[in-house]
């Protein structure tokens, strides 16, 4: 299995353009969450789903969009680009709903910087 | 609202040279505690799953331990290879969702 996979890895915007952040796991896990990481911070998280077709807001999503149209996909939506959106994002899936093996798995992120 | 606070910030090491890290949390309800270790440039590891109070759970040289308000991960004598940023999450009720802390991060000296 490749776990979660990132694309791109790296991206500069410049203020006021758009792209899209993918993120797809091979797992077949339900779960699947959007973080942003700033310098020397935390995670917060910005958009969660939990399953094709359901989506829900977290704690910043302000700024950003996702869809889910199947299970393996969940692409992270900038429409307008911002300075305060550069960040390291990442994305994860969580195997189940139960409560043991409840831990989220994570890919490598992508490091946007917006001029 | 679920707070989540680590100390110290940063941590610096000689091998062999033993200490713990502090997670502190404020949760409506607490469904696991989790500590993942970061590699610079690198996404989350996960490393524990903490589900009540008084658990403990040990990896290589590395402990948590859970009580009602705090958990701790105990670094026994550290090795330059655990030198990374270690984060602590909590996940309330309901559903999957985690709140982390800022991190701490270890530098381990040869």
């Known amino acids: 299995n490749a776990g979660v996979t990132q694309t791109p890895k790296f991206r500069i915007l410049k203020i006021g353009q758009s792209m899209t952040l993918q993120c797809a796991q091979d797992?077949?896990?339900?779960?699947m969450y959007w973080y942003r990481q700033d310098p020397g911070m935390g995670l917060k998280l910005i958009y969660y789903?939990?399953?094709?077709?359901?989506?829900d807001k977290g704690e910043v999503p302000n700024g950003y969009n996702v869809s889910r149209s199947t299970t393996e996909d969940f692409p992270l939506r900038l429409e307008l680009a911002a300075p305060s959106q550069t960040s390291v994002y990442f994305c994860?899936?969580?195997?189940?709903?139960?409560?043991?093996?409840?831990?989220?798995?994570f890919g490598p992120g992508t490091r946007l910087t917006v001029l | 609202e679920d707070q989540v606070t680590q100390s110290p910030e940063a941590l610096r090491l000689q091998e062999g040279e033993s200490s713990s890290l502090n997670c502190s949390y404020t949760?409506?309800?607490?469904?696991?505690l989790f500590w993942y270790r970061q590699d610079p440039g690198k996404g989350p590891e996960f490393l524990f799953t903490?589900?009540?109070a008084g658990e403990e759970k040990e990896k290589e040289r590395l402990k948590a331990t859970l009580t009602k308000k705090e958990s701790f991960l105990h670094i026994t004598a550290p090795k330059p290879e655990d030198s990374a940023t270690y984060l602590c999450?909590?996940?309330?009720?309901?559903?999957?969702?985690?709140?982390f802390g800022g991190g701490t991060r270890v530098l381990v000296k040869p």
């Open positions: 797992m077949n896990h339900n779960y």
């Open positions: 994860a899936s969580n195997p189940s709903r139960d409560r043991v093996h409840n831990e989220q798995f």
């Open positions: 949760v409506s309800g607490l469904r696991g």
């Open positions: 903490l589900y009540s």
């Open positions: 789903s939990v399953g094709a077709g359901i989506t």
């Open positions: 999450a909590v996940q309330p009720p309901p559903g999957n969702k985690l709140t």
